[in-house]
C-alpha cells in the first residue's frame, strides 16, 4: 500500500518545519561567525581584504553546509520510526541489489 499525496505531505511537512526553523541558528550563523573570525585573524596576520579575496565566504560557506547536513541528519534521526500521520518512516535493508 503506498501513501497518498496528502500522507507523503504530512511526514514531509514533519520533518520540514523543524529543519527550517532550525536552519538559521544551527547553520546560517556558524558560517557568519566562522568568516568573521576568520577575516579578524587574517587582518592580525597581516592579510588584507584584498589579498584573502572569497577565501572567508567560501569556508563560512563550507562549514554551513556541514552544519546544514548534520541537522538534516539529527532531524531524520529523531523522525524515523515514530508516527506521523498514520505511518512511520523507517529504514529497511534490502535483501539483495541488482
Known amino acids: 500500500m503506498n501513501p497518498t499525496f496528502k500522507e507523503t505531505l504530512h511526514v514531509s511537512w514533519a520533518i520540514y518545519w523543524k529543519y527550517a526553523l532550525l536552519c538559521l541558528p544551527t547553520a ?37 553546509l556541514v552544519m546544514n547536513f548534520l541537522l538534516l541528519t539529527f532531524l531524520l534521526r529523531r523522525t524515523l520510526g515514530k508516527p506521523k500521520g498514520g505511518w512511520v518512516l523507517s529504514l529497511s535493508r534490502a535483501e539483495s541489489v541488482n
Open 28 to 64: 546560517l550563523l556558524p558560517a557568519v561567525i566562522f568568516g568573521f573570525i576568520f577575516g579578524i585573524v587574517a587582518y592580525a596576520i597581516g592579510f588584507n581584504s584584498t589579498e584573502l579575496g572569497m577565501v572567508p565566504q567560501i569556508l563560512g560557506g563550507l562549514v554551513g
